[in-house]
Nanobody, 128 residues
Framework: VQLQASGGGLVQAGDSLTLSCAAS???????????LGWFRQAPGEEREFVAS????????RYADSVKGRFTISRDNAKNTIYLQMISLKPEDTAVYYC???????????????????WGQGTQVTVSS
């Protein structure tokens, strides 16, 4: 599985931004009915869970810090997931990584080690 994240940038506090992650290889919607999600890592910090979504899209999970502001979605026809972010805060500044948990279909886990494929990351910077 190859994951390509895009959409990062420099925005001001309160702005919105949408990240995309295109999956290829063992594509979603066929045999690859796995969980896809987003993590982020700020300078000097550990990588942390942001949000994930199951293949069907029926189950999503969010970190408490982004609930109500971030929305994860997926388009299996395009093999792509999205992270819509609104009301951005300076503390949302980080490199955002998309990740795939190819070992599960229905359940969402939030630990870094639960995800076995990772994209290259896209930088999101929120200025105050």
């Amino acid at each position: 599985v190859q994951l390509q994240a895009s959409g990062g940038g420099l925005v001001q506090a309160g702005d919105s931004l949408t990240l995309s992650c295109a999956a290829s290889g063992r594509t979603i919607g066929t045999s690859g009915r796995y969980v896809l999600g987003w993590f982020r890592q700020a300078p000097g910090e550990e990588r942390e869970f942001v949000a994930s979504i199951t293949w069907s899209g029926d189950n999503t999970r969010y970190a408490d810090s982004v609930k109500g502001r971030f929305t994860i979605s997926r388009d299996n026809a395009k093999n792509t997931i999205y992270l819509q972010m609104i009301s951005l805060k300076p503390e949302d500044t980080a490199v955002y990584y998309c990740a795939a948990d190819t070992r599960r279909i229905l359940n969402i886990y939030t630990r870094v080690r639960d995800y076995d494929y990772w994209g290259q990351g896209t930088q999101v910077t929120v200025s105050s």
